[in-house]
């Protein structure tokens, strides 16, 4: 069986806790891998690694940072497939859209690349007689990473590249149900030419987790993962005097007007509620029908939902694939087990599908519930897996303030051929991220990405500029070249002349 071990100061490092944690193939529930779980004293080696790396890295030119990182472009490139391969083998989705994860997650390394526009910095020329002032942005020293498994190769590129190109030093924990990926991308930045220590990785579960948000010499530490989480993230990490950016859970709705093309709609819901096997933050998992809409609308997504082909997810002609874990699978199947009990109206109930030849893989079809109750759990929690409420609204009215009601406020969109309709929806909806006909609104990498409310703790988003304000603190230089013969002692508040 292979092993996952650390990544510390550029080579590999035997775990030495004893203690591992299994990986699984998802498409056939064989363990095929375990995963070294760090200690507190492993965490602190890793981040000794990136402070030492930190003394030279922080300080080293914007040339020499980007030179690495282009290079690291072409090699992530050229690995795409491999990359692709390792992450269905443990998170189990299908090849296409783990190309699609690795396309998005290069595209924050390309971001990167760009890094000395960004770092540009500010200058005000005689700002008072003889006076002028510079804005620079300087990094913060040891960042750490902790990331979900639903997307273990871009939520870790959607932090380290920017963090390093901005001169901190990094120590990731990825996710320890899918750690390959990720061990992957150290590997492949170290063949890049990336100082030793400048990115470690620690694997592990909440001892690590906890190790990093208490040690002294992290000065930041981005999340992304469920809510509870994240809220324990940030409220730890920031009582310990850390810079912190939690991203965590959602509940997307998408709002279909009376107007709206009903077959691109559906198409759309289908799309962003059963890809991935649901097991996506920016997934549909709520669909708002308006004015008389539900029972058309319902109707075509249970169409295209049955159509839907659920395999293995290095067959080509799978279009779906497992669940994470079997406890998981179970838990998103007991949300569509009680949902009739609490009100909805079962359209579609994917709890018993097999697929033939993998009989202990994780596997659930697609459920589609309508008339759902806003107080059903189906609606209420966050189920990661194939199920789509359907809900049903009047008006306009009715459907926004049924999605501002909900706690998260992730990513929402709005089907529909109205563009006024549409302008008031962008700017009342409570949501970080919103789709006008786009139903994964996940912005390009030179925007930044996050949720409001219970789906981001802190005050930065990720990536693009948000991204480089977290990972650099901001300095003003004020400075003036005096001629010596008009030097006076001036006891005043110092003022504009
Ligand atoms: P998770 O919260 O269970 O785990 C995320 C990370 O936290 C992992 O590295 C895990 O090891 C660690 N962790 C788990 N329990 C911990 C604990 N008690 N103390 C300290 N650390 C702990 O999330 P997951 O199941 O891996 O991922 C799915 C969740 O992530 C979903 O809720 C999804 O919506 C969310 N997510 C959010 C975004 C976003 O951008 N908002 C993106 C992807 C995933």
Known sequence: MKTVNHWIGGKAVEGASGTYGPV?????????????????????????????????????????????LFRYRALLDAHRDELARLITAEHGKVHADALGEVARGL?????????????KGELSTQVSGGVDVAAIRQPLGVVAGITPFNFPAMVPMWMFP????????????????????????????AEAGLPDGVLNIVNGDRTA??????????AAVSFVG????????FTTGTANGKRVQALGGAKNHMLVLPDADLDAAADAAVSAAYGSAGERCMAV??????????DELVAKIRDRATKIRIGPGDDPASEMGPLITKAHRDKVASYVAGAAAQGAEVVLDGTGHTVEGYENGHWIGLSLLDKVPTDADAYRDE????????????????????????????GTAIFTRDGSAARRFQLEVEAGMVGVNVPIPVPVGYHSFGGWKDSLFGAHHIYGNDGVHFYTRGKVVTTRWPDPAESSVDLGFPSHR
């Open 24 to 68: 699984t193939d998802p498409a056939t529930g064989v363990e095929t891998t375990r995963v070294a779980f760090a200690s507190a004293d492993e965490v602190d080696a890793a981040v000794a690694a990136a402070r030492a790396a930190f003394a030279t890295w922080g300080g080293s030119s914007l040339a020499a940072r980007t030179a690495v």
């Open 107 to 119: 595209e924050i390394v390309e971001l990167a690349c760009g890094i000395t526009t960004q770092l």
């Open 162 to 189: 920017l963090a390093i190109a901005c001169g901190n030093t990094f120590v990731l924990k990825p996710s320890e149900k899918d750690p390959s990926a990720a061990f992957r991308l150290a590997e492949l930045a």
């Open 209 to 218: 987790v906890d190790a990093l948000l208490a040690h002294p010499d992290v």
């Open 226 to 233: 469920s809510t509870p989480i994240a809220r324990h993230i």
């Open 285 to 294: 998992s709520a669909v708002v029908a308006v004015g008389g809409t539900g």
């Open 383 to 410: 189920i990661f897996g194939p199920v789509l409420c359907v809900l049903r609204a009047e008006t306009y009215e009715e459907g926004l303030a049924l999605i501002n009601g909900s706690p998260w406020g992730n």
